[in-house]
């Protein structure tokens, strides 16, 4: 499937990866359902003209539509140092799925108040204890240990005891841009 076919089907994945529907992204863009579902499915030729206000509106560059298959796998976004914590990027960007692994330093507690948001995260324990507040429950896992939830349930995440905690998180695209964001480059716990 050259690049040009791949198109379609990127520009509904990165679409259905919101859970915007159709009308939520034609809206966004101020386009017509249909020229929007014709896009996606390979039935009208993409534009510039057409394909600007979709990337923009979904937070994607043209390219990312039209990659090769061919491309250089690694990913080469910096681990980030923050207060208590240590992200670093697993996934590109642009990846439906967010991977990061995270160091919980000792004696930092939860980031704040628990916090809710859309979206699903899932934790894997690769060292120390990790602290998982949850709803009224608290949860202390250990190595080897994985967690799954919804992230709408009020949660916090800290290091348990005197040895940080790393983990593995995944995120669907929904959880990690309100768990995790950009500020100037940088990977932070959301406010």
């Known amino acids: ?20 529907t159709l009308e939520d992204l034609a809206s966004r863009a101020d386009m017509s359902v249909s020229t929007l579902s014709r896009l996606e499915s390979g039935k009208r030729q993409a534009s510039l003209e057409l394909l600007l206000p979709l990337t923009r509106q979904l ?11 061919d491309r250089d796998p690694r990913v ?14 697993l996934t590109r960007e642009e990846s ?30 690769l060292s120390g204890h990790l602290r998982l507040r949850l709803g009224d429950t608290t949860h ?3 190595r080897g240990e994985a967690a ?8 916090a995440i800290s290091a348990e005891g005197t040895r940080p905690a790393e983990v593995i998180s995944i995120f669907n695209s929904v959880g990690e841009r309100l768990h995790l964001h950009s500020l100037d480059g940088e990977v932070t716990e959301a406010p």
């Not at 690049?3 to 990866?17: E, F």
Request: net charge neutral; aromatic share 6%; glycine share 6%.
């Open 76 to 89: 080469r976004r910096p681990a980030v140092q923050k207060p208590g914590m240590t992200v670093a990027p």
């Open 1 to 20: 499937m050259d690049a040009l076919q791949q198109l379609g089907p990127r520009l509904r994945a990165a679409r259905q990866d919101r859970g915007w």
């Open 96 to 125: 439906e799925v967010r991977a990061f692994k995270i160091s919980y330093q000792p004696g930092v507690p939860a980031a704040c108040e628990p916090k809710t948001h859309d979206g699903h995260e899932w934790l894997y324990v």
């Open 148 to 155: 799954e939830f919804d992230t709408r349930i009020p949660h």
């Open 140 to 142: 202390v896992l250990t």
């Open 59 to 69: 937070g994607i560059r043209i390219d990312d539509l039209l990659e090769s298959e």
